[in-house]
């Protein structure tokens, strides 16, 4: 199984700012996504990261607010820019090691507080 | 669209059994599946079931009738380290993960 790092693991920022959350996996999957998830909710696709394309975007969630990279088939990192206290979320990374795998491996999330 | 529905909390008593219910409403469907998460932890996989029936995995196993678009998780024995939060999900037209909004399972001594 695919196990998966995230940078940072926390965050306090101000708002207008950007941060980027890095994504590595140990080994070359196919499918990667970013979610967010508020503390005692449900999980939030915010989009498909695609290798060498550009990222596929879930209804609400657009490429200006949160800019993705995919350079290789085992990075990935979303952006999330121009803060507001909204923005305070748990954002995770997954993977499926091949399309259409029943399983996804999460990373351990990145714990962003804006102020 | 698709949407899940399943219950927001559960209590059980520890040693008992308890089974988390998940109903769901998509457009075209590809299997039912769950995952488990701990507080501050990330979620991890329990079981996929794309065809009707019981699938067992140790104390866990899940139930899913396609024609009901009814699913459900079984915890049997149940102990302190399974309090957790239990996601069913099921796959959107891009095949993405769509998520119930999870039940929380509080086990009591």
């Known amino acids: 199984s695919a196990v998966i790092s995230q940078k940072p693991s926390r965050d306090i920022c101000q708002r207008g700012t950007s941060l980027t959350i890095q994504c590595q996996v140990d080994?070359?999957?196919?499918?990667m996504f970013w979610y967010r998830q508020q503390p005692g909710q449900s999980l939030t696709l915010i989009a498909t990261?695609?290798?060498?394309?550009?990222?596929?975007?879930e209804s609400g969630f657009v490429i200006d607010k949160f800019p993705i990279s995919r350079p290789n088939l085992t990075f990935s990192t979303l952006t999330v820019s121009n803060m507001s206290p909204e923005d305070s979320s748990i954002y995770l990374c997954?993977?499926?090691?091949?399309?259409?795998?029943?399983?996804?491996?999460f990373g351990p999330g990145t714990r962003l507080t804006v102020l | 669209g698709q949407s899940l529905e399943q219950p927001s909390e559960v209590t059980a008593v520890e040693g008992a059994i308890v089974q988390i219910n998940c109903t769901y409403q998509?457009?075209?469907?590809?299997?039912l599946s769950w995952y488990q998460q701990h507080d501050g932890g990330a979620p991890t996989f329990l079981s996929y079931?794309?065809l009707d029936g019981l699938e067992e995995t140790g104390r866990f196993s899940s139930f899913l009738s396609r024609s009901d678009s009814y699913g459900y998780l079984l915890l049997q024995e149940l102990q302190m380290k399974d309090s957790a939060s239990y996601f069913c999900?099921?796959?959107?037209?891009?095949?993405?993960?769509?998520w119930g909004a999870g039940t929380k399972l509080i086990i009591k001594p």
């Open positions: 997954s993977v499926e090691e091949r399309e259409g795998q029943d399983e996804q491996f």
């Open positions: 080994s070359q999957v196919t499918m």
């Open positions: 990261a695609n290798q060498g394309s550009e990222a596929t975007y």
């Open positions: 998509t457009s075209g469907f590809y299997g």
């Open positions: 079931n794309a």
């Open positions: 999900a099921v796959r959107g037209p891009r095949y993405q993960l769509i």
